[in-house]
RNA sequence: GGGCGGAUAGCCAAGCGGUCAACGGCGGCAGACUGUAAAUCUGCUCUCUCUGAGUUCGGGGGUUCGAAUCCCUCUCCGCCCA
C-alpha cells in the first residue's frame, strides 16, 4: 500500500507513505534540492541527521541543466544525488508562474526561454513525463499551469481546464512509460482554482476521476492572503479522498504548516527555511529573528535556546551575526542546516502530536511561541 | 629650493559657476522573501522642532545676483627636478 493513514484528531491526520527506497512518515516536510543539491552546502548527511526523509528535485532545471539523460545515465536523481532516498520532482509547473516573463502557453503546453542561454524550451505533458520518468523520482508531478494571484477569474477558469487536460495527458503518457522501464514512480494529480471554491471543487473533481496515488494543492501562496490559503484547504479536505496523501505545494511559514496540518494536509515543501537561511533569517520556537540585526552583536544565546541542533549546541547569535555581516559561508550553511532542522523538528512534534491525540492543544501552544518577537 | 597634481559626507570616489545636501560603490541601519533565474531584492544613511529649515565639499580671504566648481593665500599629501 503506497499510503496508509494511521491516526487522526479531527481533520489532522498522521501516516506512513511507502516507496521503492523507503517510506516516509507523514504530516511530512521536504526539504528543496531544485538542481539536486539543497543550496548553501547541506549535505545528504545533513538531512539525514535532522530526520529528512524525502527531498524535492526540480524537472524544469534539471533539464536544463545537466539534462536528463546525464541523470539516468548515473542510474537516476537518487544516485545522482548521493541521497538514494525517496525523492520527488516537481513537474515545471511552477515555473510557468515564476518565469512568466519568459514564457508562453498555449494548449498544448508551455513555451519557455532558458534562462541559462535562451534556447526555446518546450514543455508538454507528454515531454514533462518523459523527463521525469528519465530523472527517476519515487513521486513525481503532473504537468499543471499555475495562475497569479490576483488573476481574473477567466485564467483560472483556463488553469483549471488546461491543468485537467494535461493531467490526462501525463497519466496516460505516465502509464506506457511505467510499462516500458518497470521503475515504480507515483503520478499526483495538482488541484488549481485560485481561490475560487467552485474551481477548486471542479477541478479536484475532475483530477478524482483519473484516480490519482496523491493529490497535490497547487497555485496557492502566491500571493493571496494566508486566510484563503487555509479556507482553500479547508474546503478541499472532505472533497480529497482520505486514503490519499495531500500535498500543499509550496508551503510554508511554520504557522501555515501548523494550520494547513489542521485542515487535512500530509505534505509540504517550501523553500522558506533555506532561502531565509541564506538570507540571515532564523525561524525560532521563539518567533523568527534577523540574525544581521545590530541587537545580536555581543548576544551569546544560541539561536533558538530550545533547539538541539548542532548549530544551537555550539555557536552564538553574536558569532553567527559576525560571520554573516562577514560574507562568510558557512553563516548561511548554519542557518540553513537550523532551519531545515527547526522544520523537521516541527514536523517531527506535530506528528507525535496527533497520534497522541493532542494535536490541537499543541498547536496553541506552537502559535503562542512564534508570536514572541512578533 | 623649484615644477606639476591632489585635498568632496564613516571610507573610496564623481562633480568643475546656478537644475548640488552633492552620481556611484563600500561600510552602517532596517525590511522583504512561501511547488528557488534569489549567497537575492527594497528602503534609509549631514543636522533639526523634518512634506520645511539649517549648516557642508582641507583653513582663511576674495570675485559674482549666485561657488564644491573661478582668483589669492595658508596647511597637508603625492609625483618629478635640484
Not at 502509464?175 to 488541484?191: M, N, R
Not at 548554519?334 to 506535530?350: E, P, R, V
Request: aromatic share 8%.
Amino acid at each position: 500500500m503506497f499510503f496508509a493513514l494511521t491516526h487522526s484528531e479531527n481533520n489532522a491526520r498522521s501516516g506512513v507513505i511507502t516507496t521503492a527506497r523507503g517510506t516516509i512518515q507523514t504530516p511530512a516536510f521536504m526539504p528543496i534540492a531544485t538542481q539536486g543539491a539543497i543550496k548553501a552546502g547541506i549535505t545528504p548527511d545533513d538531512l539525514r541527521s535532522m530526520g529528512v526523509e524525502i527531498i524535492l528535485g526540480n524537472t524544469f532545471h534539471l533539464h536544463l541543466r545537466p539534462g536528463e539523460q546525464v541523470v539516468a545515465d548515473f542510474g537516476g536523481i537518487q544516485e545522482f544525488c548521493a541521497w538514494q532516498g525517496p525523492m520527488l520532482t516537481d513537474s515545471g509547473g511552477f515555473q510557468v508562474f515564476s518565469l512568466a516573463k519568459i514564457r508562453k502557453i498555449s494548449d498544448e503546453g508551455v513555451e519557455f526561454r532558458s534562462p541559462l542561454n535562451g534556447d526555446k524550451i518546450l514543455f508538454t505533458p507528454e515531454k514533462v513525463m518523459q523527463i521525469e520518468h528519465d530523472l527517476g523520482a519515487d513521486i513525481i508531478m503532473a504537468f499543471d499551469e499555475c495562475p497569479p494571484h490576483p488573476a481574473e477569474k477567466k485564467e483560472v477558469e483556463s488553469a483549471v481546464r488546461r491543468t485537467t487536460d494535461w493531467a490526462k495527458k501525463c497519466k496516460t503518457a505516465h502509464a506506457v512509460l511505467l510499462k516500458k522501464s518497470g521503475k515504480e514512480q507515483h503520478l499526483f494529480g495538482i488541484v488549481q482554482g485560485g481561490v475560487h471554491p467552485e474551481l477548486r471543487k471542479q477541478s479536484a473533481e475532475e483530477l478524482l476521476e483519473l484516480d490519482f496515488p496523491g493529490m497535490a494543492i497547487g497555485g496557492l501562496s502566491v500571493g493571496e492572503p494566508n486566510q484563503d490559503m487555509y479556507d482553500i484547504c479547508e474546503y478541499l479536505n472532505p472533497i480529497l479522498p482520505t486514503d490519499k496523501p495531500r500535498y500543499l505545494m509550496g508551503v510554508g511559514t511554520p504557522r501555515d504548516l501548523l494550520e494547513a496540518v489542521e485542515r487535512g494536509i500530509d505534505m509540504f515543501d517550501c523553500v522558506l527555511p533555506t532561502r531565509n537561511g541564506r538570507h540571515g533569517k532564523a525561524f525560532t520556537s521563539g518567533g523568527d529573528i534577523n540574525i544581521v540585526s545590530a541587537k545580536y552583536a555581543v548576544d551569546k544565546n544560541p539561536l533558538d535556546e530550545n533547539c538541539s541542533c548542532f548549530v544551537c549546541q555550539k555557536f552564538t547569535r553574536g558569532y553567527l551575526r559576525h560571520i554573516f555581516k562577514a560574507g562568510e559561508i558557512l553563516g548561511m550553511r548554519l542557518l540553513s542546516h537550523h532551519n531545515l532542522y527547526f522544520y523537521q523538528n516541527l514536523m517531527q512534534n506535530i506528528r507525535s502530536a496527533i497520534r497522541e491525540n493532542r494535536f490541537a492543544e499543541f498547536k496553541k501552544a506552537a502559535l503562542y511561541g512564534f508570536s514572541e518577537n512578533a
